[in-house]
């Protein structure tokens, strides 16, 4: 994960503030779970796009590191995500079965306390190296432990090879994540919730995101891993 820009531009900032403003009392509930709330969608109607759609444009117009990923890449979707206070650690994932790219505009600070945690290769080659086999990982629903004593069997050694950071920025940053990286949303150790906009996108266009609006649980929003995971979020505290 990568800082593109220290601070948004004061237009943008002033328009997520009253998107925010606008949708924040669906955050105000007592759901503990990390979930979030489309904005827009990219197979939504016109209609329903309609309050949103020049959130689009502005976001085209902020720099030219995302005006390049709309070029190149399929919008999927806006939406606000929150990890409350005390929330779940998720499993380790990527997103999409690898197929997408999102960037992230948190509205609070992020630090070791709510930054979403990440694999981070020393060597960035490894990146691409590794990248299949973190796709078999990616199937097998591992929390930190289960992470490292995978990546053990291809000789990869914790601090020598990798280490596990957490997404650091001040607040209206914007945040770059590519398809390759390993991640999860951890426990919010504080006591705000860590609301961020995410702006994801399809690399392929090929698989099929889902399209509700209200994802109160956002760790099973991929249907091929709800089952799987709830089972082990029954069976054993996750690290």
Known sequence: MEVIKDSITKSLKNTLEKVLEENIDYFNSSNKLINHRVIYCNKWTEIQN???????????NECEHLNDIFKHNTLIQLNILNAPPDCNNQLFHLDY???????????????????????????KENYKKYYMYLLEMNSKYLDRNGAIEYLSKVDLI???????????????????????????????????????LNVLFSIENTYNYPIGEYVLDTEIDEKSRELDILAIRNDRIIY
């Open 158 to 196: 914790k601090d020598v090879d990798y280490a596990f950071k957490f997404a650091n920025s001040d607040a209206y940053s914007l945040i770059y994540m590519p398809h390759y990286v390993y991640h999860r949303g951890q426990k919010n150790k504080t006591n705000r919730n860590r609301l961020m």
């Open 50 to 60: 309609s309050k949103y759609i020049h959130l689009v444009e502005m976001l085209q």
């Open 97 to 123: 079965m690898g197929d997408s790219i999102s960037y992230f505009i948190p509205f609070v600070e992020l630090s070791d306390l709510n930054g979403t945690e990440y694999l981070y290769f020393f060597d």
